[in-house]
């Protein structure tokens, strides 16, 4: 199984690729978690991309896509992937389109996790995430422990530099310009799947599972 996750930030994309890649034992691979770990070790790329992401604007399709591609290229993704938060642009679709391809491969549904604005920035506000194993919670919605650390591996959680009132507006309008048109993208391919992502997490991962089922 090959899936594309789509949704605006704070959609859930994240919190929902955990459940998916632990019951459909796919690979959740999030572009935003791997530019995060190269902020944190330092690296050039993530030199080059913390310049765009501290703004709220994409890093260059050209980076982001031979990053997925070499990705996309190891071992451990023969057995299927979920992609969260790749494509973000046309231009991205179209490449990973042509990476299937070349690979006599095809992906299996691109799933939109629709929620409206207004929702947006209490989830962005109120999250906080695990720097050990990208875990997300939500300080209301799905606290983590008392203390503060994550349930998963006792990590301290933290908040996102980028989770701010202001990048959160600005990656909103980079959404709504940018990555919004993938929906028509797919839904011309027929590879479109929807579901309601105001509902509650465990309700949004059951409406995933029918589908997927
Ligand atoms: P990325 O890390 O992908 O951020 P994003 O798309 O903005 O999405 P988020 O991670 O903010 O939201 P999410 O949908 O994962 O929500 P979550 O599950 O955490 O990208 C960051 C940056 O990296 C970009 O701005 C860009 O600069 C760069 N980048 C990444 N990919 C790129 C690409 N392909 N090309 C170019 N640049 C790229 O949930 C949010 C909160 O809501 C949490 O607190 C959660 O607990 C809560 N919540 C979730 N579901 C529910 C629910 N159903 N009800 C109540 N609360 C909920
Ligand atoms: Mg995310
Ligand atoms: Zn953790």
Same mark, same amino acid.
């Given at each position: 199984?090959?899936?594309?996750?789509?949704?605006? /930030?704070?959609?859930?994309?994240?919190?929902?690729?955990?459940?998916?890649?632990?019951?459909?034992?796919?690979?959740? =691979?999030?572009?935003?978690?791997?530019?995060?770990?190269? =902020?944190?070790?330092?690296?050039?790329?993530?030199?080059?991309?913390?310049?765009?992401?501290?703004?709220?604007?994409?890093?260059?399709? +050209?980076?982001?896509?031979?990053?997925?591609?070499?990705?996309?290229?190891?071992?451990?993704?023969?057995?299927?992937?979920?992609?969260?938060?790749?494509?973000?642009?046309?231009?991205?679709?179209?490449?990973?389109? +042509? *990476?299937?391809?070349?690979?006599?491969?095809?992906?299996?549904?691109?799933?939109?996790? +629709?929620?409206?604005?207004?929702?947006?920035?209490?989830?962005?506000?109120?999250?906080?995430?695990? /720097?050990?194993?990208?875990?997300?919670?939500?300080?209301? *919605?799905?606290? /983590?422990?008392?203390?503060?650390?994550?349930?998963?591996?006792?990590?301290?959680?933290?908040?996102?530099?980028?989770?701010?009132?202001?990048?959160?507006?600005?990656?909103?309008?980079?959404?709504?310009?940018?990555?919004? /048109?993938?929906?028509?993208?797919?839904?011309?391919?027929?590879?479109?799947?929807?579901?309601?992502?105001?509902?509650?997490?465990?309700?949004? *991962?059951?409406?995933?599972?029918?589908?997927?089922?």
């Amino acid at each position: 199984m090959k899936i594309v996750l789509l949704g605006p /930030p704070g959609a859930g994309k994240g919190t929902q690729a955990k459940s998916i890649s632990n019951r459909y034992s796919i690979l959740h =691979i999030s572009t935003g978690d791997i530019f995060r770990k190269n =902020i944190s070790e330092n690296t050039p790329l993530g030199v080059e991309a913390k310049r765009y992401m501290d703004n709220g604007q994409l890093v260059p399709d +050209e980076v982001t896509i031979n990053m997925v591609k070499d990705r996309l290229k190891q071992d451990d993704c023969k057995n299927g992937y979920l992609l969260d938060g790749f494509p973000r642009t046309v231009h991205q679709a179209e490449a990973l389109d +042509e *990476f299937l391809c070349s690979r006599g491969e095809s992906l299996s549904t691109s799933l939109l996790i +629709e929620v409206p604005t207004d929702f947006i920035l209490e989830r962005m506000t109120g999250r906080r995430v695990c /720097p050990s194993c990208g875990a997300s919670y939500h300080v209301k *919605f799905n606290p /983590p422990t008392k203390d503060g650390k994550c349930s998963v591996c006792g990590s301290e959680v933290i908040q996102r530099k980028d989770d701010t009132v202001e990048t959160v507006q600005e990656r909103l309008d980079v959404y709504q310009k940018q990555t919004q /048109p993938l929906i028509d993208f797919y839904k011309a391919k027929n590879k479109l799947s929807v579901v309601d992502g105001t509902k509650a997490i465990n309700e949004v *991962f059951e409406d995933i599972c029918k589908i997927l089922d």
